[in-house]
């Protein structure tokens, strides 16, 4: 978090401005992985049954299953 650009207060309300934020949401930043060879960066997708964790000092860790709309 100290090497993020934007405290967390001020992406929730920069997103709230175009979305409706509701629980379970994910605001997510950054890069998931370093760039490919040809300096492409990667495509990461979630499938169904994936987890996703992001922890904060400030909130802790929130962990989220991934599932299929329907």
Same mark, same amino acid.
């Given at each position: #978090? *100290? %090497?993020? +650009? ?5 992406? @929730? ?8 934020? *509701? &629980?379970?949401?994910? @605001?997510?930043? =950054?890069? +998931?992985?370093? /760039?490919? /060879?040809? =300096?492409?960066?990667?495509? /990461?997708?979630? %499938? #169904? =049954?994936? @987890?996703?964790?992001? #922890?904060? &000092?400030?909130?802790? +860790? +929130? *962990?989220?299953?991934?599932? %299929?709309? %329907?």
């Amino acid at each position: #978090a *100290r %090497d993020m +650009l934007y405290p967390f207060a001020h992406l @929730i309300s920069y997103v709230s401005t175009f979305t409706t934020l *509701r &629980p379970g949401d994910v @605001i997510a930043s =950054g890069s +998931l992985a370093p /760039p490919t /060879p040809r =300096g492409e960066a990667p495509t /990461p997708h979630l %499938d #169904a =049954g994936d @987890i996703v964790e992001i #922890a904060s &000092p400030q909130i802790g +860790l +929130l *962990r989220n299953p991934v599932t %299929d709309e %329907d």
